[in-house]
């Protein structure tokens, strides 16, 4: 079996619970995104052979493997922490979604100047409340940077991307959306 040299480097990150996305805007990382489409094969052979699933889904690569039923919790539970956090950004912007770019100012600024994103930010559950608008704005871009869902493209100007690993929460919130409108 042919494996990539940077075999060892994507499991080092996927094996911590992060991403590989498209559209990192780091290299690097796209690079290895790159060697995950190219020998995908390969890769996921390897991998499964040592109790790792390679998830190839709309522009990013995760790791899955089989989960006790506290590790499925914390997942779920993660996932209900960004409900919250994509309904702040949604209200943000209805355009919020893999490739979306924005500010800590811009959310800052609309949060100042909108009662209701000001109320939503301050309902947050899982960001302390800073002393200032814009540090609590900095902690929800944070929150999608620790999740690997967003990335600091410009740290001057403190603009960050939304990664295609986005999609992964977006399948979970429309896949509640569906059995939610079924009738019961």
Known sequence: MHLPKQSKEIFEILSRGNFLCENSPVRSERDLYAVCEREFGAQYDFFEHI??????????????????????????QMILEYIDLVELMLQFSATFGAGFR?????????????????????????IAKPQTLHAQCAKVFEKFKKGGFMALEDEHAERYVVLNSYHYIETFLNAVKVNSDEPA
């Open 102 to 126: 924005t500010t800590v100012s811009e959310l800052s600024d609309a949060v100042q100047s909108n009662v209701v994103l000001k109320d939503r930010l301050d309902r947050l559950k899982n």
């Open 51 to 76: 109790g790792f699933y390679l998830i190839h889904e709309d522009g990013y690569f995760y790791f899955s493997k089989e989960s006790s039923a506290s590790q499925v919790e914390d997942k779920l």
